[in-house]
T-cell receptor, first 114, second 112 residues
Framework: DTAVSQTPKYLVTQMGNDKSIKCEQN?????MYWYKQDSKKFLKIMFS???????INETVPNRFSPKSPDKAHLNLHINSLELGDSAVYFC?????????????FGQGTRLTVV | RKEVEQDPGPFNVPEGATVAFNCTYS??????FFWYRQDCRKEPKLLMS???SGNEDGRFTAQLNRASQYISLLIRDSKLSDSATYLC?????????????FGTGTLLAVQP
């Protein structure tokens, strides 16, 4: 069973389009994240949700709107896609708390905006 | 200054070599520390947690120096399969901050 699954794995779309990436975890974790990995391979946190509530929004443009319908799901909707949005987006989850916070990642969604 | 800094490498080493990676972090409130491994075009996976007392897992040894805000990873007897990017990670938890902060990663290439 996949612990953290995100879909789609690949997404190629034109500038200006709106797209969504879905993420689900079956680990019973309370905290979920979206990370963006750019062409230089730097993993940067975008959002953190704890029990469906937004905890962190790391100055991400408001074209990016996360939605957490329940603890096990954290989806990412992106409006008006731009070339600079091309990257790999990773969903992750952890237990809540400062210790034992091993993060489990989804396989990533490789977004290419053309 | 980045919150977690690592030498990006690449480190090109022969099989059997010992290689050491270093990492520094800027926030003294950081609570937990980890090394993750990321293979090409794959997701990051936990390699090991890092404790002040130091910890070892087979050929891998991790150390944490809180006073210097410095983390290290030592790999002995390198194998071809160790080739990957190694990510230094710290966690910040509490109040409005619940996150894992990743370093830029150090690329290791073990040569036959």
């Amino acid at each position: 069973d996949t612990a953290v699954s995100q879909t789609p794995k690949y997404l190629v779309t034109q500038m200006g389009n709106d797209k969504s990436i879905k993420c689900e975890q079956n680990l019973g974790h309370d905290t979920m994240y979206w990370y963006k990995q750019d062409s230089k391979k730097f993993l940067k946190i975008m959002f953190s949700y704890n029990n469906k509530e937004l905890i962190i929004n790391e100055t991400v443009p408001n074209r990016f709107s996360p939605k957490s319908p329940d603890k096990a799901h954290l989806n990412l909707h992106i409006n008006s896609l731009e070339l600079g949005d091309s990257a790999v987006y990773f969903c992750a989850s952890t237990r809540t708390g400062p210790t034992n916070t091993e993060a489990f990642f989804g396989q990533g969604t490789r977004l290419t905006v053309v | 200054r980045k919150e977690v800094e690592q030498d990006p490498g690449p480190f090109n080493v022969p099989e059997g070599a010992t290689v050491a990676f270093n990492c520094t972090y800027s926030n003294s409130a950081s609570q937990s520390f980890f090394w993750y491994r990321q293979d090409c075009r794959k997701e990051p996976k936990l390699l090991m947690s890092v404790y002040s007392s130091g910890n070892e897992d087979g050929r891998f040894t991790a150390q944490l120096n809180r006073a210097s805000q410095y983390i290290s990873l030592l790999i002995r007897d390198s194998k071809l399969s160790d080739s990957a990017t190694y990510l230094c990670v710290v966690s910040l938890w509490g109040g409005a901050t619940n996150k894992l902060i990743f370093g830029t990663g150090t690329l290791l290439a073990v040569q036959p």
